[in-house]
């Protein structure tokens, strides 16, 4: 299940953002729980934060960003995570999955997202529950603590 993040969700939701087996594929650099709160805030009042549990427990996270005006049919689905203590146990596929559910539910028909073109597993994943991959983003992401830049893969379900 996926329900709005809540402000008590914050230590849940930064120890997924800053973890270092995740924090490379997502959008935020490593910082420090003050200088993550204003970004906490900013998704909490978007409305675009979201936590998935499983028998109530919290087990990862995603965002769900609404286009707008003649895209209004498409969800972006971003900052996708589950905690590492839960991986592999096909958790991530339950995520998406649920994502599906929810976006149909709310009357979305494209889902899409972009994954690092060198995040396999998260393309596997994003894969077995129908993402299909649609293009390259050329140097789309920079990991500033890398000094690299990165290709990131188009890929979009169609509900």
């Known amino acids: ?12 939701i930064f120890e997924l953002y800053m973890h270092p087996a995740i924090n490379p594929w997502l959008l935020y650099e490593p910082m420090d729980a003050v ?38 049919h498409v969800l972006y689905v971003g900052g996708i995570g589950i905690h590492p203590s839960f991986a592999g146990n096909g958790y ?11 976006a149909d539910a709310e009357g979305y028909r494209r889902l899409e997202l972009s994954v690092a073109a060198i995040n396999e597993k998260a393309m596997h994943v994003y894969e077995k529950a129908g993402f ?4 390259i983003l050329r140097k789309y992401t920079y990991q500033k603590a890398e000094d690299r830049y990165l290709d990131e893969v188009m890929m979009s379900c169609l509900l």
């Open 92 to 102: 991530g596929v339950q995520l998406m999955e649920a994502i599906k559910l929810f």
């Open 35 to 72: 200088h993550f709160q204003p970004i906490f805030q900013e998704l909490l009042e978007r409305k675009v934060l979201y936590v998935f549990e499983v028998a109530e427990i919290p087990v990862g996270m995603c965002k769900l960003v609404p286009e707008e005006h003649r895209s209004a």
């Open 1 to 12: 299940m996926i329900r709005h993040a809540t402000t008590a969700d914050f230590e849940f």
């Open 132 to 135: 299909l991959k649609e293009g």
